[in-house]
């Protein structure tokens, strides 16, 4: 948590944190600023010192309104110092800002930004403050990595609410899916007109932004073969067979680039094949005993290493047994959410899976089985809290079942769009 | 364009391009990829090439999707030999890719990714492979700046569709405020709620998203004092008053993070008071001249120093003649529009502002006045190319009215108003 913050910095030997970038879609400045208007801006964190935010003079106000310290810079000086040079002009900036705020020693740098730019001005101004060094921390040890690694009440409550919208907007896909027909094996609408995934991904869109949240990395709504490969989006123009595995995996954030909540179910329309039905059942298990080994005390890979056992005993492949798969269970169990869809911890047989989960963490639970070659995947993933007592709770509930019943398509409007169609090929 | 690319490289003395991060929000990848559902990927340009695609084995299909050439990468092998040192993991990556490619020599770097991450695995990467540097370009002069700059048919419709948007919201935008009701200097609902800034945002967002839109840098829809600042975005419960400046700045993206499209009007509900009417007439005028200096072969700052001249001759001050003013004309002209909502050319005084104008550029022009403690602002703003011939064309028009008619709210239905929250009151 933020609270933690002076520790840490000391525990890794830090003077400061530099943070880049936009106070939009941009985990590292919008923990400090909240999501606000600020195209260019850099914070400077000083161990045991007050955030200061420097910000430009048309984003003054914005600047003002995140409650933190700001300064103006007088971004046209920069600029006409730098003759035209971005790379310049940046290390001007953040060197301004460093000797402003007095840093030297070890400053390790955050925040989403052009990298070579990024690159390019931070290496001129190591070169010209010899006494700042730049550390570069691996994200699964970062001061800020571990500070954000556990969520205060604010957060939690922020994650439950786009819980709550994700699970609204996943009800309203299931009931259109529903209100279609069963048609020659397919689903089709009241006109007999096939429903297409690309349908499915509008009605997301506008459901979720009605709602207030954002979805900068998409939806995976995908059939058959692509809900076999995990991160296959899905096509617009697929259409939906009754039968087969339909994966519907949905992450959106508040808008702007707030909080995440990651949330995944497969369903079968009108009918579950058995190979289906067996992997969801399967899957199922796995996912109740991925839960019960999440416990506040447990190493991060526990649950995964249960998981590979369930699976590899009903001789399912596994990235355990046979590293490289692409059928069977070809990813880690789950990974942290926040501000980052991915984020620490890390759910898996690696070495940062030794660390132990501590309550207050939020995690994705996402078991899955894939096929790509027989047409089907299947995926069960909810987001997960840790409670104060150390036991997990799901930040937004929603049934698992596999079949969505849809209805026959009567004879009647069957012929009556036949006929339809009949005539406007006579025009 | 893109088909320039190889002489680019070759008039920087570049051997290749290295392009890191997702392909979505992220302009240097979206640019050869499209927007595709990869989370992290490399992207290797050696002049005179094809490009190479770099992807996660659960990636590979959506890889495969962009038609570029691609590989995948034995990801759980770089992840071991790292030992859960993410900047390790991406340096292993980025060498990997880079011997796999035969690269030496200068290279430079693209792509939007957390930057203190990147820099560590760049740094760590040349000394590695000491034949290989790492140029930093300035993106005003970069090659794919330069290369990026004109754009070829496809652009152009696909940033004139995103305009198409723009102006239906905008427009609709307009009849949602249209319908509301003069009530007590104020604009009103039917029921005689104060309509406010924050339900006009939200409308914004559905409407966009119905259409196939994105809004990841937010929208500015902003009244009186927050009008004045050119980046205050306006607070959601902000009530509309009457007669004073309404600031609509609206710039979404294709979904996914493609192409861009930037417009502003600024309007006066119900009636404008003379100083608003004076601001509009004088900023539509420089509006005008702009437009007319905007041809293939003028210098990029000549319609800027036109505004300048305009704006100062009416007695209002400008960056040019009080530099770091915060009142009268605080920014520049405009800047290229793309994948990028701020990219080149830029229409300012600086040495970049030099550059010539050529055919196939897409810039926002958009002149401005404010006067924040006058609780006042104005900007006016399209997004124009230039054609084959050289001469402007608006991407998507749209009228520069500066009044929108209200209604008065009947005197009736206020006392039944009234009334009504008399009763509320009672339970």
Redesign the interface.
Same mark, same amino acid.
């Given at each position: 948590m933020k609270a933690q913050l002076d520790d840490l910095m000391r525990d890794a030997g830090l003077e400061a944190l530099l943070i880049?970038?936009a106070a939009?879609?941009n985990p590292?400045m919008v923990y400090f600023t909240g999501i606000?208007?600020?195209?260019e801006g850099v914070l400077v964190i000083r161990r045991g010192r007050a955030p200061v935010l420097y910000c430009?003079?048309?984003?003054?106000?914005?600047a003002a309104r995140s409650g933190l310290q700001s300064r103006v810079v %007088?971004w046209?000086?920069l600029?006409?110092r730098a003759?035209?040079?971005?790379?310049?002009e940046l290390s001007l900036l953040l060197q301004h800002t460093l000797e402003e705020q007095e840093v030297s020693g070890r400053v390790?740098?955050?925040?989403?930004?052009?990298?070579?730019?990024?690159?390019?001005?931070?290496?001129?101004v190591e070169q010209r403050m010899p006494k700042v060094s730049?550390v570069?921390?691996?994200?699964?040890?970062?001061v800020l990595g571990r500070a954000r690694i556990t969520k205060d009440a604010d957060e939690i409550d922020r994650i439950r609410r786009v819980g709550q919208i994700t699970v609204e907007v996943v009800r309203a896909v299931m009931d259109f899916l529903s209100s279609g027909y069963a048609d020659d094996g397919r689903l089709v609408d009241r006109g007999g007109k096939p429903v297409t995934v690309g349908e499915g991904k509008?009605l997301i869109?506008?459901l979720?932004? =009605?709602r207030?949240a954002?979805?900068?990395?998409?939806t995976?709504l995908s059939v058959g073969r %692509?809900a076999g490969?995990?991160?296959?989006?899905g096509q617009d123009g697929d259409i939906i067979y009754l039968g087969q595995p339909l994966l519907l995996d949905l992450f959106p954030c508040e808008?702007?680039?707030g909080y995440f909540h990651d949330f995944t179910r497969t369903w079968c329309l009108g009918h579950a094949p058995d190979d289906v039905a067996e992997l969801h059942a399967i899957v199922l298990h796995a996912y109740r005993e991925a839960v019960s080994a999440l416990r506040a005390g447990e190493k991060a890979l526990t649950a995964q290493a249960r998981v590979c056992d369930i699976f590899e005993s009903q001789g399912h492949p596994t990235?355990r047994s046979h590293?490289?798969t692409?059928n069977g269970y070809?990813?880690s169990l789950g990974h942290g959410v926040g501000l980052d869809i991915?984020e620490t911890p890390a759910l898996r047989l690696?070495? =940062?899976g030794e660390a132990r989960l501590e309550a207050g963490m939020v995690f994705a639970v996402e078991p899955g089985l894939y096929y790509p070659d027989q047409g089907m995947g299947m995926r069960l993933e909810d987001t997960f809290w840790l409670r104060p007592d150390g036991s997990p709770e799901v930040m937004a509930e929603f049934p698992m079942d596999l079949v969505l019943p849809v209805r026959a398509r009567r004879a009647s409007s069957r012929r009556q769009s036949a006929r339809k169609s009949g005539a406007s090929e006579k025009r």
């Open positions: 880049l970038g939009r879609h590292a606000r208007h600020i195209g430009h003079p048309m984003e003054r106000e914005e %007088d046209a000086r600029h006409e003759q035209g040079d971005s790379v310049e390790a740098i955050y925040g989403r930004r052009e990298a070579g730019e990024a690159q390019g001005a931070l290496s001129r730049f570069a921390e691996s994200r699964f040890s970062s509008r869109q506008r979720l932004a =009605e207030g954002d979805n900068p990395e998409g995976i %692509d490969v995990p991160h296959s989006a808008a702007g680039g990235t590293p490289g692409l070809v990813h991915h690696a070495v =940062e």
